[in-house]
């Protein structure tokens, strides 16, 4: 996994707990850096230890954190790839775009990047389907990131996130409306 999201996790927890936190869940996932670099690839079990021995730790349910982790990226990924967003874009259009502009230049700067491909169908003016598709199985954190774009765009109290799907499968579902 991209090393941007690893140094997000590590200012999470940081921020969300403390520093001598970050140190021990790195000690528990025996993880020897305790910096990342946002043009290298970590590996995905790392990303797995780490928040499974925060839920352990914090006694919040992994499902959970993946949720509000995803919730916490958003700011800082827009602000990575702003250069890709369109000014009158707000969340649904955000969530339309995501998979042709976002996910595909991820895969571009890096071959072993590799974003969950979302299919996403705009029903109606005020409504979209997520199917997202990963063998990482990160669904919890996709729902926190839709949640995260209600917020960055000011829209969280008209935005209404539901998965249809169990969220830690391959295949999630998920549901935005605007009301
Ligand atoms: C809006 C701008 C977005 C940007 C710039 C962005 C960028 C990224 C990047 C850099 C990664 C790491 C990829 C890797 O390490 O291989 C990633 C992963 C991921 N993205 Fe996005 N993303 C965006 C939107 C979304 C949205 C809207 C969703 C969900 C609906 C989403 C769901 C995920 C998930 C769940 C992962 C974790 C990896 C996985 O499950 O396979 N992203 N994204």
Do not use: C
Request: glycine share 6%; hydrophobic share 35%.
């Amino acid at each position: 996994m991209h090393g941007t999201i690893f140094s997000l996790l590590k200012r999470y927890v940081q921020t969300q707990y403390d520093h001598s936190t970050w140190v021990q869940l790195t000690e528990l996932a025996g993880i020897s850096s305790l910096d990342f670099n946002s043009k290298t690839v970590y590996p995905d079990e790392h990303m797995y230890a780490l928040i499974g021995y925060a839920a352990q730790q914090t006694g919040i349910p992994a499902g959970e954190l993946h949720e509000k982790f995803g919730e916490y990226l958003v700011p800082d990924l827009l602000y990575m790839y702003q250069k890709l967003m369109r000014p009158e874009w707000k969340t649904l259009e955000m969530l339309e775009h995501t998979e042709a502009v976002m996910h595909t230049h991820v895969r571009r700067e890096h071959t072993e990047n590799a974003p969950p491909v979302l299919d996403v169908k705009r029903v109606s003016e005020n409504e979209v389907i997520i199917d997202y598709v990963s063998p990482r199985r990160m669904g919890g954190l996709a729902v926190g990131i839709v949640r995260g774009l209600a917020t960055y765009f000011d829209e969280a109290d008209r935005i209404d996130v539901q998965p249809t799907t169990s969220e830690d499968g391959e295949r999630v579902q998920i549901r935005v409306r605007r009301n």
